[in-house]
């Protein structure tokens, strides 16, 4: 709810700034991360770059759900994790330019501890303010689309997708958002003054949703499927660029534009399809997007990988952003951010970090320096994660049983 000083009139116009800048963010350098390294000749620790993040996702949650069930206010500890973020991303221009990949890899490390758990903080903070969070949420979220494509379009448009002045603008919005974060509706610690344990260190409760069969299939499925799309955020903009795409960025900002059209339909398909075929819908949709990948390769068929591109509005929306939702709904108050931040765990921590190692030697025993643009390998690179998109997809429509009414 609004706190005192301020209107709940208010209140989602200021959660959805939160979310604009949050996500503008992260769309300012992960999009065209690859195309950077590739042009300073380290294209051979993508992989290990597209790393950091779920590594850091996994670390993370133990930590920042205990802190923000149980000591601080999430709108405190958003504010300084984004601070001490911009500092780090202030210092890696220079170290991509200098070719010092493993410095680099370090302080892409160190800024992703700082910033995969603000991806929970800002559910959490949403979430407890919200009345109706299946109405609401979905509008809010939606301007974290919108901030992820301003951010392509202007890098795009700026002829920025190659240069590593894409962490400048990050540090930058980082600091704006993290003073903006002071602003924000007061989210305090539900559990603060509890007596502290162990069990509250490592999550227990959080993970005690396992126990519940319907949460255990999701998560498991939720971390298989992020495997193969940790294969998509690594090598999409590689792959365009290698067949000719000059605007990248611009162009993979047309997926987030889609999701912005599904995000605001999410209601409508709640009351029509209901949780469970919502998800089953967006894993679905990782599979088309893959296929399209491969088979879109040729100048004949290009077609096909602007449309792939598009599904992006299904393959977020319908599995993350009614993962969030469904989360919300089968956890208790008192664990709420650890259940968000045992999600991202699982997907933008073990799956991806399973899916960039994976992709990473894929992509370094399938190419060489000089045979990066070979369309035919490009295909065989994207029907593998296609049949574990499929797979898995099948896997979650026969085991995941849940009743609306059930939570």
Not at 20 to 41: A, C, N, P, R
Not at 48 to 56: E, K, L, N, V
Request: proline share 4%; aromatic share 16%; charged share 10%.
């Amino acid at each position: 709810m609004a706190t005192l000083t301020q209107k709940p009139s208010f209140l989602v116009p200021r959660l959805s700034i939160m979310m604009f800048i949050e996500f503008f963010i992260w769309g300012s350098w992960s999009v065209t991360l690859g195309v950077v390294m590739t042009k300073y000749d380290l294209a051979t620790l993508i992989g290990d770059a597209f790393s950091a993040s779920p590594i850091a996702s996994i670390i993370s949650p133990f930590i920042l759900g205990m802190i923000v069930d149980r000591f601080f206010a999430s709108q405190w500890v958003l504010a300084l994790l984004h601070l001490v973020g911009a500092i780090i991303l202030w210092f890696v221009p220079d170290v991509i330019i200098a070719g010092n990949g493993s410095l680099l890899l370090i302080l892409l490390f160190i800024y992703t501890l700082c910033y995969m758990p603000t991806v929970a903080l800002t559910n959490n903070i949403a979430f407890h303010n919200l009345t109706d969070s299946e109405k609401s949420f979905p509008i809010i979220r939606v301007f974290g689309t919108i901030g992820w494509i301003v951010a392509g379009l202007f890098i795009g448009q700026m002829n920025l997708s190659d240069s590593a002045s894409i962490f400048h603008i990050a540090s930058i919005s980082s600091v704006v958002l993290g003073i903006y974060s002071l602003t924000l509706p007061h989210t305090p610690a539900p559990a603060k003054g509890q007596p502290f344990s162990l069990r509250d260190l490592f999550s227990a409760d959080a993970f005690a949703l396992l126990k519940i069969r319907h949460f255990f299939i999701f998560a498991l499925c939720a971390t298989l499927i992020s495997i193969p799309l940790g294969t998509y955020y690594a090598y999409t903009a590689p792959f365009l660029s290698s067949i000719g795409v000059e605007k990248v960025s611009s162009l993979m900002s047309m997926g987030q534009m889609s999701e912005i059209i599904f995000m605001l339909l999410i209601p409508l398909f709640f009351k029509r399809l209901g949780i469970k075929y919502m998800l089953f819908i967006g894993m679905l949709a990782w599979f088309l997007r893959y296929v399209f990948f491969a088979l879109g390769i040729n100048e004949e068929t290009r077609w096909l990988v602007y449309i792939g591109i598009l599904l992006h509005g299904i393959c977020y929306d319908f599995f993350f952003v009614v993962g969030f939702i469904y989360t919300d709904k089968v956890a208790d108050e008192k664990v709420r951010a650890q259940a968000q931040s045992l999600v991202v765990l699982f997907t933008y921590g073990i799956g991806m970090l399973l899916g960039s190692q994976i992709s990473g030697y894929l992509f370094n025993n399938m190419f060489t320096h000089d045979g990066i643009g070979e369309s035919d390998i490009w295909a065989t690179f994207w029907w593998i994660p296609a049949i574990a998109a499929a797979i898995i997809s099948l896997l979650f429509l026969v085991t995941f049983k849940y009743k609306e009414n059930q939570e």
